[in-house]
């Protein structure tokens, strides 16, 4: 009989625990539908701007020697040049240029590239950068202060 009564006890004792299991489970569920809010990871997006305020002057000094060109800024490198072998594309597609300046059947006429303080100690990289788009047949120019105007007719003819 005392047999009976502690296997009776367990059972019930085990019943109650996998009810109290089931139960904070069906609450943790329903908590998360409730407020998923708290469980995902907020991403807040927000606007930059796309140049910086030495580029936009740089942007104005195109603007006005190359009235008849169209001038981008930033332009993805993935944009302008490619390869055959994916492993070689990681190299670049994540380059961004300052400058292109294109005719008016958008051909690019030369990639200006604007280096600025954070670009020194960065000689080797920005030679490397300037190898694949110089190997990709494009001109490539290089200034670390705004050009005046007949320097970028010089330089880009």
Do not use: W
């Amino acid at each position: 009989m005392g047999f009976l009564f502690a296997l009776s006890f367990a059972v019930f004792h085990l019943s109650q625990i996998i009810f109290f299991v089931i139960g904070c489970l069906a609450s943790f569920a329903l908590f998360c539908l409730l407020f998923p809010h708290l469980f995902t990871r907020q991403q807040k997006f927000y606007p930059k701007r796309v140049i910086t305020a030495f580029e936009s002057r740089m942007f104005t000094r195109l603007k006005d020697t190359f009235p008849h060109h169209h001038i981008l800024a930033q332009v993805a490198f993935s944009a302008l040049i490619t390869h055959d072998q994916m492993n070689m594309r990681s190299k670049f597609n994540r380059k961004v240029t300052d400058f292109v300046v294109m005719d008016l059947e958008y051909n690019v006429v030369a990639i200006v590239e604007l280096d600025d303080p954070s670009h020194f100690g960065k000689e080797k990289e920005d030679a490397e950068r300037d190898a694949m788009l110089i190997a990709a047949g494009y001109t490539v120019v290089r200034y670390t202060e705004i050009p005046s105007i007949r320097q970028l007719q010089r330089d880009l003819r």
